[in-house]
């Protein structure tokens, strides 16, 4: 997984040993070289833009001004085509681009990437866009997502399995007549992980997670599940549940518990 946060600042977020959760995208015209660049705007893993030869670059401009502070980028080969993103903003229709990461991935697995303000705010953007280097000509994206991640209310306490370790494989054992090994097919496999949260306000989790939580099981999204100690927390993700909080029975605290497959290519 790669993560960046070089270009986040603290300020008044959430710590970084809080989850971040990106589930509500910007939208707009979609824009990019090569071929089928709105493909990397839907939820198909499977359907990919193909910039061709190199640079190209991918652009979303909104229609009104948007805030963002996180961009995900999944189901690509990026890492393995030895192709380097720039993450650029632009506050106009117009105007110039900004530079806010440098991105050199070191494998094909999801990437996330922070950034925000000096200040510790979202930029506000008319348009967003990514620019692909390198010599490669294969280059595919499945996803690319921008936005304002949710802040989870709590950290991520011990016992949680990093989703980026922890892989869910579905397999068939072949047999010879007289029981000899002759191998093993891998039919499925998925990253998975259960994020259970606790001690979480119920004015907080109405406000903020219940949206999200009415988004599910339909929509995926993109979770970052400890950005200060846990790397490889990074995945494009989807659940098979809605969420069903619990009353703690605590003052007016809720429990919550999401069960989530990661993409693995």
């Not at 300020?11 to 979609?30: C, D, F, K, Q, V």
């Not at 190209?56 to 990026?78: C, G, P, R, Y």
Request: glycine share 10%; proline share 6%.
């Amino acid at each position: 997984m790669t993560l960046s946060t070089s270009g986040y600042t603290l300020g008044s977020n959430r710590p970084l040993n809080h989850a971040r959760i990106l589930w509500n995208p910007l939208t707009g015209t979609i824009t990019g070289g090569g071929t089928n660049a709105a493909l990397a705007a839907n939820d198909y893993t499977n359907q990919r833009w193909t910039p061709g030869a190199l640079p190209q670059s991918w652009t979303l401009e909104t229609a009104a001004n948007a805030d963002v502070d996180t961009l995900f980028i999944a189901a690509h080969n990026l890492g393995s085509t030895g192709t380097t993103v720039t993450v650029e903003t632009s506050s106009t229709t117009g105007g110039a681009f900004t530079t806010r990461a440098t991105i050199v991935p070191t494998d094909n697995s999801t990437i996330a990437v922070m950034f925000n303000t000096g200040a510790g705010a979202p930029h506000t953007i008319r348009r967003v866009r990514i620019t692909l280097s390198g010599v490669s000509t294969a280059v595919q994206i499945g996803i690319i997502r921008w936005g304002v991640a949710l802040q989870m209310e709590r950290p991520v306490f011990g016992g949680i399995q990093p989703i980026g370790l922890s892989r869910m494989v579905e397999s068939r054992a072949s047999q010879s007549e007289t029981g000899q090994w002759l191998g093993r097919t891998i039919q499925r496999q998925a990253l998975s992980t259960e994020m259970p949260w606790d001690h979480l306000t119920s004015a907080w989790y109405r406000a903020n997670f219940q949206p999200f939580a009415l988004a599910l099981p339909q929509s995926p999204f993109g979770l970052i599940q400890n950005p200060l100690r846990m790397p490889e927390s990074v995945a494009w993700c989807w659940t098979d549940a809605a969420p069903t909080p619990t009353n703690m029975g605590i003052v007016d605290l809720m429990s919550v518990s999401l069960p989530i497959t990661g993409f693995l290519e």
